[in-house]
């Protein structure tokens, strides 16, 4: 099984930038990507960025297209958010998922940290 873990979220001032991190662990499958969501109080889980298993392929939510990258250290199974010029409605929790290629939706979820910017 993959468990995934998310570190890195807290408090930051609007402007700021932030670096939270996906540490992933067991037995991955052969070919996947990893990706980022977000879950504000009284609002649906939304997607926001996602990376392929080479890190040859990137995608973004619009609203954080040059703010947020997303990144990966392979030898370390670890996949990165860097987050910058952040801005109050970012706050929210952050889930890390991996979704096996061709499929639907996530098959694993992380437990999500917490990213609260302040005006």
């Known amino acids: 099984q993959v468990q995934l873990l998310e570190s890195g979220g807290g408090l930051v001032q609007a402007g700021g930038s932030l670096r939270i991190s996906c540490a992933a662990s067991?037995?991955?499958?052969?070919?996947?990507?990893t990706g980022w969501f977000r879950q504000a109080p009284g609002k649906e889980r939304e997607f926001v960025a996602a990376?392929?298993?080479?890190?040859?392929?990137?995608y973004y939510e619009d609203s954080v297209k040059g703010r947020f990258i997303i990144s990966k250290d392979s030898a370390k199974n670890t996949v990165y958010l860097q987050m910058n010029s952040l801005k109050p409605e970012d706050t929210a929790v952050y889930y890390c998922?991996?979704?096996?290629?061709?499929?639907?939706?996530?098959?694993?979820w992380g437990q999500g940290t917490q990213v609260t910017v302040s005006s």
């Open positions: 990376i392929s298993r080479r890190g040859d392929n990137t």
């Open positions: 067991g037995r991955m499958p052969s070919s996947y990507a």
């Open positions: 998922a991996v979704q096996k290629t061709g499929g639907t939706r996530p098959d694993y």
